[in-house]
Every structure is written in C-alpha cells, then in structure tokens.
C-alpha cells in the first residue's frame, strides 16, 4: 500500500514488548534538572520493559549546525543513537520562553530518518513557576514537522530547584508532579510503536467479511 510517507518499519512481538527509548537533554549544565527528571522518565521506562539511553550532549561534539557540514563532529554517532530509538523523549530547560539550542542542534544533524513515524514524549523544565507551556508547544510543532508522533501527555517542571534533591530524588516523591514524570515513562512505552492497520484488514473488518 502507498502510504504516502517515506517511513515503514517492521516491527516483531519482541520490539513491541521491549521498545529502545532514547532522551535528549537539552542542557549541558553540571546538576542539570532537566537530567534529573529525564532520569526518572528513562528509571519508569525501564520498569515498564524499554531499554533505554539517554543522549548527553556534553560528550558529543557538535558544532554549531551548518547545512553544508551535516557530518561534522560527532554528528554520525548521534544519528546512528537516535537511530536505533523505538521511542524519543526530548527534554529541554526553558531557556527565554523556548527550548535550549544544544537540543535544536542535536534536532537538526538528525532529520526523518531518525524521528519520522516514532513515537515522541516532551518534557520542559523551568526556573520560573509555570513558563514552560510555551516551550513545549514550540517543541511538539517541531517534533510534528518531522512526522513524529507526539505524546498528548506531557510534562512541564516549573520551580525546578524546589523540585529535586542534590541526588536528583524528587523532594516531594507522591506529588503530583513526580506521578506526572513517571507516567511519561511508563505512557512512551505503552505507545512505542503505533503500528497502522493494514487499509484491506480495515476494509474487511468494517465489512464483517470473516
Ligand atoms: C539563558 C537562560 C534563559 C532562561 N530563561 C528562562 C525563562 O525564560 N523562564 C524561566 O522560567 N526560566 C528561565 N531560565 C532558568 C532555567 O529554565 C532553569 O534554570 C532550568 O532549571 C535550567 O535547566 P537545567 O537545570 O536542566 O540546566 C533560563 C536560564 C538560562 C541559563
């Protein structure tokens, strides 16, 4: 069937049981909280069957990116990590009501060969109290412009050094907030692979034929 899109992956009952979930985290700062809390999302997904890797971007080289230089540093073992994802979760601090450029770099040595038909969760973590909406609906606009499949669940941690402990524990492990972040994990999982019906068996089955 011509489905319109480049993307058709074949998928066995073993990769549906036992999704790879990559994250992203757009920040390279020392004690990052948007770390921490990509931690609790990948420790949820793990629980949930996934393996996982968590993409940090201090130990890449990446340039700032050029289109006329898309191998540049490290470009070709980020792709090939993104690559082997089932599953992508992208976390970002909110940096000046957007999300931080060591993210959009990564983002942008990668294309529709790394992101197009995969599954993708959100997560925005901010100093302020509450300005990370903004941010995470640039990020689902970009994740979208790539035919991802973006989770409706998403998560914004605002007051992010109240939220966490030195260690990167959630100080309050029963809020809201904490339930939030791990059910990200636990829904990436659950939605790794959207796997479209066949349009014969849809046309069968609307049918009754048997
Ligand atoms: C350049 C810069 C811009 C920032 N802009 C905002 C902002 O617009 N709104 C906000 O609430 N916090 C802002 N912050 C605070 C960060 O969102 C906050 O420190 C966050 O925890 C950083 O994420 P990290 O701990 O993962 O590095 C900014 C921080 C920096 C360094």
Redesign the pocket.
Same mark, same amino acid.
């Given at each position: 069937m011509e489905s319109g899109f480049a993307y058709q992956r074949s998928i066995t009952v073993t990769d549906l049981a036992r999704p790879h979930v990559v994250a992203l985290? $757009?920040?390279?700062?020392a +004690?990052?909280?948007?770390?921490?809390a990509l931690q609790h999302v990948l420790e949820a997904a793990k629980a949930a069957g996934a393996t996982t890797d968590c993409i940090d971007l201090r130990t890449l080289e990446l340039p700032v990116f050029d289109a006329d230089s898309q191998d540049a540093g490290d470009a070709d073992r980020l792709r090939q990590r993104v690559d082997a994802a089932d599953a992508i979760i992208l976390g970002t #601090?909110?940096?000046? +009501?957007?999300y931080?450029s060591p993210l959009k770099t990564a983002i942008d040595y990668c294309g529709f060969d790394e992101f197009e038909g995969k599954t993708v969760g959100l997560l925005a973590?901010? +100093? $302020? #109290?509450s300005?990370?909406p903004d941010t995470l609906a640039q990020l689902r606009l970009v994740a979208q412009s790539l035919h991802a499949w973006v989770l409706p669940q998403q998560v914004g941690i +605002?007051a992010?050094?109240e939220v966490f402990d030195e260690t990167g524990a959630f100080t309050e492990p029963n809020h809201d907030l904490a339930r939030r972040t791990r059910t990200l994990g636990s829904e990436i999982v659950s939605y790794a692979h959207i796997v479209p019906i066949e349009e014969d068996a849809h046309v069968v089955a609307v049918r009754g034929d048997a």
């Open positions: 985290c $757009g920040s390279l700062r +004690g990052s909280y948007t770390k921490m #601090p909110v940096y000046h +009501g957007s931080a973590v901010s +100093g $302020g #109290p300005s990370y +605002g992010a050094s």
